[in-house]
């Protein structure tokens, strides 16, 4: 009743919203307020009865707190002459995600998650002057529909080649999830959108197909569940491999913030699809292993790692596309070379994008480390207790989730450096000035979650999950947060008591500048070059001349090669047939009364078949 309740205040308060018509004001503070509340009234609703669904209702419901705390200030000077339907389209956007995941039946779940496409896809294309934001709205708008109709087909005809099916689900969910190939739109819309709508799209929403697929997958049909597992488990676990690597190796020649960020979020989304891959084939072997001890715990811990990478990325992620927007709106751009600095002049916020970034990383005591190092607890557990094909997945899973962690190590580092460090590149970034003191609430609130959340989930977990390791490793956890803060507290406390004066040798520079260090592109140019045969870097170099150069740049810029190789010539194909059937459109009304007797006819031999 808590989430009726939270869906409802949601809903009416961005309707009111709407309303306010041109009271900028007014609009900002019942669209806020009114998401503020609702949300925080269905969190309670958590800790009542924690069931699967509850998982992906709580990044729904935090970062809708986030966002209705971040969003007045950054609408400000950025569209908050249309504050109403902003607050509009994002309140029915969290409250159609929460129906989503409310809703069993079929049809309303589908209802509701065209709903969220359509209200998201508004929000996408929301700085309307932007021709950017527009093709990036357009394409996320494509990409829903097409979703929409993979999964019309696949509940309308249940009873359809198991594979097939399997195909249809993975191919409808997978749009919103972002797996290899249906993940173009995604480094499109996010660098388009507001950062509070990118951090609910990224950290809420994409992750809610996997709900789908675990809500809607016909287990309870198939005749061979095993079999039925296996197929999907490999199938997760080959789409987690992909994505993983790829998007994380896409996100290093990035220059533009949001743009790293998104393709980091296709990386997640591969690591989680893992998870449920090594979930699925630790079940589909759990009734033909011997040690069946083994390799239960090597389901349990895949699952509650995919669980929790879910919810700590929602957290983190989040606060990282909160901290990127906070960089736009002290700078009025998010193209790293233009950046260098902004640690000096707004502390709070470096220092938030920077613990973000490492917890999302994977380092500890952060809370993406506990995620990660559960599932690679169950791959080693599918390396020493499984089969052989099992087994050689799970070392695959271990070499892939090692180099995927080295590499965005290195993407966060460049980010970091670019954006934070050094010397300011242009003059927006030296006249940067600290964020408005509630978007910096929003972004502690996120990061303070994502410490606390796995020793509230270690007492929360339902009670059909027996992960006594958790609990231990949770309250290890704990422990080492709580010693950290201490010694960091009793260190600065320390530093109090003087400070020392000297001169330091300045290596030969008496006055360094922006021009004496590296630049985000020329910091990965060696990993780039590495991975070339993949990413296809379009380089544009001038070089320098002379003893004493003026003008020297490198430009790199990687396209999307799945966007050549398979969707341009899948578009072409679908324009040609279209052309072909563009005379069925003659404008003669018998002949469209005969196409509609020939549907009419042809619906009901296929039900008297059925009957």
Not at 46 to 75: D, N, T
Not at 90 to 116: D, I, K, Q, R
Not at 475 to 497: G, K, M, N, P
Request: charged share 15%; aromatic share 12%.
């Amino acid at each position: 009743m808590l989430l009726y309740v939270a869906l409802m205040i949601i809903g009416v308060g961005g309707a009111l919203a709407l309303l306010c018509g041109k009271k900028h004001r007014v609009a900002t503070l019942v669209g806020a307020v009114s998401l503020f509340s609702g949300a925080a009234a269905g969190l309670p609703a958590m800790f009542m009865g924690m069931e699967f669904e509850s998982f992906f209702q709580i990044p729904v419901l935090i970062l809708g707190i986030a966002a209705a705390l971040y969003s007045p200030g950054y609408l400000a000077g950025h569209g908050s002459e249309r504050s109403n339907v902003y607050w509009f389209f994002l309140n029915l956007t969290v409250a159609s995600m929460l129906a989503v995941t409310v809703f069993e039946h079929w049809v309303p779940f589908l209802l509701a998650w065209e709903v969220m496409g359509l209200a998201s896809a508004v929000l996408v294309m929301f700085d309307r002057e932007s021709t950017a934001a527009r093709k990036a709205g357009w394409l996320y708008f494509a990409a829903c529909h097409a979703g929409a109709a993979l999964l019309i087909l696949y509940f309308m005809f249940p009873e359809c080649n198991v594979y097939l099916s399997l195909f249809l689900v993975l191919a409808g969910f997978g749009l919103k999830i972002g797996f290899p190939l249906l993940h173009i739109w995604l480094p499109e819309a996010h660098p388009a959108a507001p950062a509070p709508v990118s951090a609910l799209m990224s950290g809420a929403m994409i992750p809610l197909g996997f709900l789908g697929i675990f809500k809607f997958a016909h287990f309870d049909t198939c005749i061979c569940l095993e079999e039925y597992m296996a197929f999907l488990g490999w199938a997760l676990l080959i789409l987690g491999v992909a994505g993983a690597l790829g998007g994380i190796i896409f996100a290093l020649p990035q220059n533009n913030l949001k743009r790293l960020l998104a393709y980091s979020s296709i990386e997640n989304m591969g690591l989680i699809s893992i998870a449920f891959g090594l979930c699925f084939l630790g079940a589909a072997a759990y009734d033909i292993q011997e040690r069946v001890d083994d390799i239960s715990e090597m389901v349990l811990f895949s699952f509650v790692g995919g669980i929790i990478h879910i919810i700590n990325h929602a957290l983190l992620k989040g606060g990282l596309f909160l901290g990127a927007g906070s960089v736009l709106k002290m700078t009025h751009t998010l193209s790293m070379d233009k950046l260098g600095g902004l640690m000096r002049r707004a502390p709070q916020s470096g220092t938030l994008f920077t613990l973000n970034a490492a917890g999302l990383c994977g380092l500890p005591p952060f809370g993406g480390f506990i995620g990660e190092c559960l599932i690679y607890y169950a791959a080693f557990f599918g390396v020493m207790n499984g089969s052989g094909a099992l087994r050689s997945a799970a070392v695959a899973v271990l070499i892939v989730m090692a180099l995927t962690g080295g590499i965005a190590v290195a993407v966060y580092a460049k980010a970091i450096g670019a954006v934070f460090l050094g010397e300011p590149r242009s003059q927006q970034a030296a006249d940067a000035l600290e964020v408005k003191p509630l978007m910096l609430t929003a972004q502690y609130l996120l990061f303070g979650l994502s410490l606390l959340f796995i020793v509230i989930l270690a007492w929360t977990l339902p009670e059909d999950i027996d992960a006594p390791l958790v609990k231990n490793i949770a309250i290890l956890y704990a422990a080492v947060v709580v010693l950290i803060a201490i010694l960091l507290w009793a260190q600065r406390i320390l530093s109090r008591r003087g400070v020392r004066k000297s001169c330091t040798w300045d290596c030969g520079y008496a006055k360094p500048d922006a021009r004496m260090e590296y630049t985000g592109t020329a910091f990965t140019q060696p990993l780039s070059d590495l991975f070339d045969p993949v990413l296809k870097v379009e380089k544009k170099l001038i070089r320098p001349e002379t003893v004493f150069p003026e003008k020297a740049s490198l430009d790199e810029r990687v396209s999307d090669r799945s966007v050549k190789r398979f969707w341009q010539p899948l578009t072409e194909l679908a324009v040609m047939l279209a052309e072909k059937i563009h005379h069925l459109q003659s404008g003669n009304l018998h002949f469209y009364i005969l196409l509609i007797l020939l549907t009419l006819a042809g619906m009901l031999i296929y039900a008297m078949m059925r009957g």
